[in-house]
């Protein structure tokens, strides 16, 4: 098709934050559309925004992005520098001084027309705050959490659902052999997702969401009563920042300090824990960890991510920046950078699939 909106532009593209299935795919549809539709030259930027502090990068040629479509991970690597934090602890650069002029910096000596983030809630944020800077940002969406605002999804979540929900399937056969409660504990540290789609996907009992403090006893409730009615097992879907409703009432730091208490390894085992203690019943604990974020990406998130790359070059070559581009409906279209920055996208009260789980016998914690 040639350069049909711009002479030759050159951009800078990177991927922040958690890696997840989809990464790959994504770089390969931007880098394709860009280079063979537009002609367009494209620094790839190693591990995130620590790669533009820092100075890392190289030109991606189009074999850099052949054969990547399924590969899990991502070619470019990541990290979870966050340029306008300072504080210590919070950063993976050990350059000292001001992080964002040299982002800044190397944004202008590498001649770049717009910086290409794929990330989650935290590097679209970052990114939403470059623009205001002045650079050119475009955002692309990605994690497995599911939870960044203006996106009906976002990939690497499908391909996350599949693996926790093979995993819970896997779990009723031991869990029905040893008439045991196993509790299987999700990623999701602010947003439950994964842990609802997974949980009733594959026949939770219970699911229990950082969205809805849970009340032991409810749940003790609930599995004394499966028992009852001749049900030999139960499986317990436990969200990565799940949370009790002692603990909700709490002050941030009076929580911090009582999670660190209690909260060992994980939620999922002190869940389980719990429930040996409030029901007698034999209790295990497996946490599916970083397996969720490995390996290839499902089909439904190869198409997404292919989709949303594609996107985000014809955005790159119109000139519009300050945008991520989004899954809205059965479309895919873009918002303005503002509209994920800072936020989360938690499952809201009264959505259908808690009334759903609800409605299928599963218990919410409450
Ligand atoms: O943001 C995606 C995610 O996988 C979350 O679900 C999880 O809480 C977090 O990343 C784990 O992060 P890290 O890779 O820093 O251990």
Redesign the pocket.
């Known amino acids: 098709m040639g350069n049909r909106y711009s002479a030759t532009k050159t951009f800078g593209i990177l991927t922040a ?4 299935p989809g990464l790959n795919a994504a770089i390969r549809g931007v880098c394709r559309a860009a280079y063979d539709r537009y002609g367009m030259n494209i620094v790839g930027i190693a591990n995130g925004y620590l790669g533009l502090i820092q100075d890392n990068w190289r030109y991606l040629r189009p074999l850099d992005t052949y054969g990547i479509l399924t590969r899990g991970g991502t070619i470019l690597g990541a990290s ?1 520098e966050k340029p306008f934090k300072t504080k210590k602890g919070e950063s993976d650069s050990e350059i000292e001084g001001d992080k964002v002029q040299a982002i800044k910096d190397n944004y202008k000596k590498l001649n770049l027309d717009c910086l290409v983030v794929l990330g ?1 809630n935290g590097t679209n944020t970052t990114g939403y705050r470059l623009s205001c800077e002045g650079l050119n940002v475009l955002g692309l969406p990605k ?3 599911n939870d960044i605002v203006g996106t009906d999804r976002t990939f690497g979540f499908h391909s996350a659902l599949a693996i926790g929900t093979e995993a819970i399937d896997r779990l009723h056969s031991t869990a029905q052999s040893h008439s045991r409660v196993i509790v299987i504990e999700l ?3 602010k947003a439950g997702w ?1 842990a609802l789609y997974a949980g009733i996907a594959g026949g939770g009992d219970v699911i229990l969401l950082p969205e809805i403090p849970y009340n032991i006893k409810a749940i003790g409730r609930h599995l004394e009563q499966r028992a009852g009615e001749g049900k030999t097992y139960s499986i317990v879907v436990v969200a ?2 799940a949370l009790s409703t002692a603990e909700a009432a709490m002050d941030k730091k009076e929580r911090k300090k009582y999670r660190a208490e209690t909260v060992h390894p994980s939620i999922g085992y002190r869940v389980a824990r719990e429930i040996e203690e409030e029901t007698g019943m034999e209790t295990r604990a497996t946490v599916l960890g ?1 397996v ?2 490995g390996g290839i990406p499902s089909a439904s998130d190869r198409v997404l991510a292919t989709s949303l790359g594609t996107a985000a070059a014809d955005l790159l070559a119109k000139g519009k920046y300050g945008r991520m581009v989004a899954l809205i409906g059965d479309s895919i279209d873009s918002v303005d950078l503002s509209v994920p920055s800072g936020k989360v996208k938690n499952v809201p009260a009264g959505h259908y699939m808690l009334d759903t789980a609800l409605a299928v016998g599963t218990c919410l914690g409450t």
């Open positions: 934050g958690g890696d997840c979870r989650g994690t497995i959490d990623m999701g540290h994964l990565e920042g970083y969720q974020r």
